[in-house]
């Protein structure tokens, strides 16, 4: 199918924004890519970065990062596909352009059948170029002996994403005072709503969402889920069970998506249609936004652990950075706590979604910093970049991107 984009096919959700909301439609018009959402891969190329005031110096770092370009992270969608793809071809149920989808998968099957969750290659090289992104905007805070610090969720391929960090950094300077922090006794600045977390706090303002359509029902109304299926089977129920085809059609699209984490020239988003790929991809942000939304509050501690961490620095004085990292729906709620370029409005209707929350925010690879300057007598300054790009939040200045500290922790603190 020709990939066009088409413009049209956005029109449903152009809403009214703040001056300072980014234009989801002109940025999915210009980069089709972004689609993808939360499998989107961060960029780590440079970025305009605005000078600091005049006789400000940066001197630290407080980061979040989620983990890198991973292989699929449900546990049984590869498996999934494989049985049903299997079955069909022996029923001869699948259509020519399904035999051609199944030979496709065929070929990737046996590299990604054993890898769901694991950090790839891919994500492992993005990291060290996101270290060495960080290194070469800031080298001042990296000085010999510079102290930095590290955390990480008890992920697997969180573990290698910090590993692969610092290895980049450690590239840039090997001299810099590093060391890596892994354990349960971390969490509550990572994870701080795990499960796992055994400092866990229950006792945090639920925040519900007030949208008053449920997620099937905007399913419903958006997406031809057997007009896709039937692409690929002859029968859509004798293949997929009717109860169990808009999560198979989910299925399908985030493998299709999860073809940039991998090194692989194989396309999928053949199946979809453009105007198809953004209601999948408006789809994927309703789901991501009502269930992170009521429960953002929880998500405070982070926020104490860093300015706990950066007042320590400032008032030791002490040059370096402190490194987390964690998973997508950790560092939304993060987003939506400091209200990160419009991140925390409260939505009230399904098409507001796309033009507040959208997923390709939250990338592979993912990154929020805290960038601190300090001058002789004056006021601690920082700016925050959201992937490499300067950000704003609800906080007054007269000399963006660079908000005062003090400001910060009136309005975060707690």
């Not at 985030?254 to 090194?263: E, I």
Request: with cysteine; net charge neutral.
């Amino acid at each position: 199918m020709k990939r066009i984009f088409l413009a049209a096919c956005l029109a449903a959700a152009t809403l009214a924004a703040s001056a300072q909301q980014p234009d989801f439609e002109a940025q999915l018009k210009a980069h089709p890519e972004l689609l993808a959402g939360t499998d989107y891969l961060c960029p780590t190329g440079p970025a305009a970065l605005t000078k600091a005031p005049k006789g400000y110096k940066v001197f630290y770092i407080s980061h979040y990062g989620r983990h890198g370009a991973r292989y699929a992270w449900q546990s049984d969608i590869y498996d999934w596909m494989n049985a049903t793809f299997t079955e069909a071809a022996e029923a001869g149920n699948l259509t020519k352009y399904g035999l051609d989808y199944k030979r496709r998968f065929d070929s990737l099957y046996p590299e990604v059948r054993y890898r769901v969750g694991d950090l790839s290659r891919k994500g492992w090289k993005q990291q060290e170029k996101l270290a060495e992104r960080m290194y070469k905007n800031f080298p001042k805070v990296f000085p010999d002996g510079a102290e930095v610090r590290a955390w990480t969720s008890t992920s697997t391929r969180c573990v290698m994403t910090m590993s692969a960090f610092c290895q980049g950094l450690k590239g840039m300077n090997p001299d810099i005072d590093l060391y890596e922090n892994f354990g349960k006794v971390f969490l509550p600045a990572i994870l701080p709503q795990d499960s796992g977390n055994p400092f866990r706090d229950k006792n945090f303002e639920q925040t519900p969402v007030k949208i008053p359509e449920t997620w099937r029902q905007y399913i419903d109304r958006t997406v031809d889920t057997k007009g896709i299926l039937g692409r690929l089977f002859k029968s859509i129920d004798q293949a997929v069970k009717p109860e169990k085809q808009w999560d198979f059609l989910s299925y399908l699209w985030f493998y299709a998506q999860g073809m940039n984490s991998l090194d692989t020239d194989l396309d999928f988003n053949d199946l979809f249609t453009d105007e198809e790929l953004v209601d999948l991809w408006k789809v994927d942000n309703f789901q991501f936004y009502t269930e992170i939304w009521p429960t953002h509050k929880g998500y405070q501690p982070i926020v104490d652990d860093i300015i706990a961490k950066a007042d320590d620095r400032i008032a030791a004085g002490r040059i370096g950075a402190d490194l987390r990292f964690g998973h997508d729906y950790t560092i939304l709620p993060l987003m939506q706590i400091l209200d990160v370029n419009g991140m925390g409005h409260d939505i009230l209707t399904a098409d507001e979604i796309p033009v507040w929350s959208q997923t390709y925010r939250v990338p592979m690879g993912a990154n929020l910093q805290l960038v601190f300057y300090r001058a002789n007598k004056k006021p601690v300054l920082f700016k925050v970049l959201l992937n490499g790009e300067e950000a704003r939040l609800p906080l007054e200045t007269d000399n963006w991107p660079y908000y005062d500290w003090q400001a910060f922790k009136a309005r975060y603190g707690r």
